[in-house]
């Protein structure tokens, strides 16, 4: 095929979408999704090009995502709608206290190994619970950075054994409610994050009567990655630095509390990308936790903070985004650095604990959304201009025309020179509206012709990688990135977006997403990719509804198109307890799945917020908004400015409205 021939195909692709529909299989979606690398033991895609949800890994069977999706709505469950799988949360569980259970054998580790929950990452009540219920086998605590996090684990932990950490800013009230907690059987451990603790601790002692475990949180000189590095270091928000650990512990001493001090804790920030920081800072860690054994501290627990990374683009690498080890590499090299460290100076080694909280909760949660309409930049094939028409216009066509492989980097420029111009003449009033339409027409369909060329090259050039984002489509879509995804606002986190059916079709359109708010940060316009991060998603062009058969009941959906639902996958950590409330969209509709031999059931139904309940939250009643509209109604009827039977319609739609769920119906 000749090179103008290549051109033309190319740009008919994109006027013809299902030009190359049979071609595509879904072993091309798994390597374009990257489903693979993030997904891989859960997500997974079936002969029917659907997404496929495996809850229990390898060890049971697989639901059908796009199935179950349609089964959910007919529950009258609408979207957005995040689904949790309580298999895959045991599984992580298992999974974390498995590895370190080989890494304690296979380097004949005499200690043991003690996981906790930091709740700080999902604090949802249903989660905790089942937590709590799948970590029993493992003696599985939780942690509590906060007063309310306390009342939570104290509450809820019922585990023999387990562990209660308890970080965070602390007020006297925290530690004497954490102290007492040993009546109850729990085990809590204060740790020691400020200089003004201690004496808390002592106090707190002295007027209780009960002798409290405590732990220190050391600032370490390792520094972590990515965007928490700076957790750890001098100037790290919580911790003691080395004089501070030194005059703790003579504080200790006098108040003959030493015996009290049995955990060391540190943390050098979440989603640690690179195992080399893991070494070092355990290896300075190891080092700390046997001088204080020597100083006389009754050291028993060496708690390694969280950190422990997903790998959210699939890359193995160490990106920010991912990670370059296992969770098997990530407990050998703690388990080795404490055993080496203390058999150096004979000290006993101790029990390890970790806070992992991403790497346990992330993957548990899908967030599945509709698409509501798009807006895309196909142009038409443009029409040849007459010899009456502007000149600008016949040159931006004659550009059209001769754009080549040889030359498609100048008529790009030329494009641009031409654009401006009839632009500006248009200002002075020597262009008309009509002329200046069919040149902008003309403009899209040069980019676009360049951009199948642009595709076909091996080396794109700078001037012109950003075309693809230029004529992207934006597909918008029916949640609010704030309230479900806020780190991918706020601090640009990368989590796996991909549709959950069609995947047995080319996805023929590029495009960004826009969510529901009338805010431009309301967006999603970074998306993983094997290298970096790419700025558009590969998506399916809206397929339109069939006509219904004239004797059927005529509805009248939002949508004039067919159901296209886009699901956002590993966001399980931080993002339902992060999320505000902008433009007063609230929480989505949540359901637990529990895998069965049967299919799955739905052990837990969590409805959104309706209106009525985030009008609250901004202190309006919502009986008195009624009241007021009820009587304006009655003043427009006086007014004769509405009839009886609007009048009836706008109070019986308002009353509905504060009823319903803040997203938009489908």
């Known amino acids: 095929m000749t090179e103008p021939s290549i051109v033309a195909a190319n740009l008919e692709i994109e006027h013809n979408d299902s030009a190359l529909v049979k071609r595509w299989t879904i072993e091309q979606s798994e390597e374009l999704y990257r489903i693979q690398g993030w997904g891989e033991p859960y997500f997974s895609i079936n002969a029917a090009g659907h997404v496929t949800v495996s809850p229990q890994a390898d060890r049971g069977g697989s639901l059908d995502l796009y199935e179950l999706v349609n089964a959910l709505k007919q529950r009258n469950l609408g979207l957005p709608l995040l689904i949790r799988f309580s298999d895959i949360l045991e599984d992580r569980i298992e999974r974390l206290n498995a590895c370190f259970a080989k890494a304690i054998a296979r380097y004949s580790y005499p200690g043991a190994y003690r996981g906790v929950f930091p709740t700080k990452c999902n604090q949802q009540r249903h989660l905790i619970e089942d937590l709590v219920r799948f970590g029993k086998r493992h003696q599985f605590g939780l942690e509590a950075g906060s007063k309310p996090e306390l009342m939570i684990a104290l509450a809820t932990l019922d585990t023999p054994g387990a562990l209660l950490v308890c970080n965070g800013y602390k007020d006297h009230e925290y530690i004497e ?36 475990i405590l732990g220190i949180r050391a600032k370490l000189s390792t520094k972590g990655v990515g965007r928490w590095g700076n957790s750890a270091g001098d100037r790290a928000k919580f911790g003691l630095k080395i004089p501070e650990i030194i005059q703790a512990v003579e504080k200790l001493r006098q108040a003959d509390m030493l015996d009290c001090l049995q955990l060391l804790h540190y943390h050098i920030g979440s989603q640690i990308s690179a195992i080399s920081v893991i070494k070092d800072a355990i290896r300075e860690a190891s080092q700390i936790y046997v001088e204080l054994a020597r100083l006389g501290a009754n050291m028993q627990y060496l708690d390694v903070g969280g950190g422990l990374a997903v790998d959210y683009d699939g890359s193995k690498t160490n990106f920010y985004a991912s990670k370059n080890y296992s969770m098997q590499n990530y407990a ?59 000149l600008l216009l016949r040159n931006l066509y004659e550009t059209y025309e001769s754009i080549s492989v040889d030359n498609y980097q100048e008529a790009y420029h030329d494009a641009n020179q031409f654009k401006e111009e009839i ?46 984002k230029i004529m992207a489509s934006i597909y918008y879509v029916n949640f609010s990135v704030f309230q479900s995804a806020p780190d991918s606002w706020a601090i640009d986190q990368l989590f796996p977006i991909m549709p959950i059916h069609r995947l047995d079709e080319e996805p023929t359109r590029r495009a960004t997403l826009a969510d529901l708010t009338c805010d431009s940060d309301g967006k999603v316009d970074q998306f993983i990719d094997l290298r970096d991060i790419k700025y558009v998603l590969e998506l399916h062009p809206l397929n339109p509804l069939e006509p219904q058969p004239p004797d059927q009941p005529v509805n009248q959906p939002v949508n004039q198109h067919e159901p296209y639902y886009l699901a956002m996958f590993l966001n399980g950590a931080y993002q339902e307890v992060m999320g505000n409330l902008h433009n007063l969209f609230g929480d989505t509709n949540a359901v637990h799945i529990k895998l069965t031999p049967k299919g799955y059931q739905i052990e837990h139904v969590v409805k959104g917020d309706t209106m009525t309940e985030v009008l609250s939250y901004v202190q309006y009643d919502s009986e008195d908004l009624i009241e007021k509209i009820r009587r304006r109604t009655e003043q427009a009827l006086q007014d004769n400015q509405i009839t009886l039977q609007e009048a009836r319609l706008l109070l019986q739609n308002y009353e509905h409205s504060l009823s319903r769920y803040t997203y938009l119906s489908s």
């Open 423 to 468: 632009i500006s003449k248009f200002g002075f009033g020597y262009i008309s509206l009509p002329d200046r339409a069919r040149a902008e027409r003309l403009y899209w369909a040069c980019c676009a012709k360049i951009l199948a060329i642009v595709r076909q090259q091996d080396y794109v050039p700078d001037d012109l990688e950003d075309l693809e």
């Open 177 to 212: 409610t954490a102290t007492l907690a040993q009546r109850l059987g729990h085990i809590p451990i204060i740790v020691l994050e400020q200089a003004e603790e201690v004496e808390m601790a002592i106090e707190a002692a002295r007027k209780l009567g009960v002798k409290p």
């Open 332 to 390: 050998n090299d703690i388990v080795v650095e404490v055993k080496e460290a203390c058999e150096e100076r004979q000290i006993p080694v101790p029990t390890l604990v970790s806070e992992s909280g991403q790497a346990i909760a992330a993957h548990q949660s899908v967030l599945v959304f509709d698409v509501l309409s798009t807006s895309d930049v196909l142009p038409d094939l443009p029409e040849p201009p007459s010899p009456q028409d502007p």
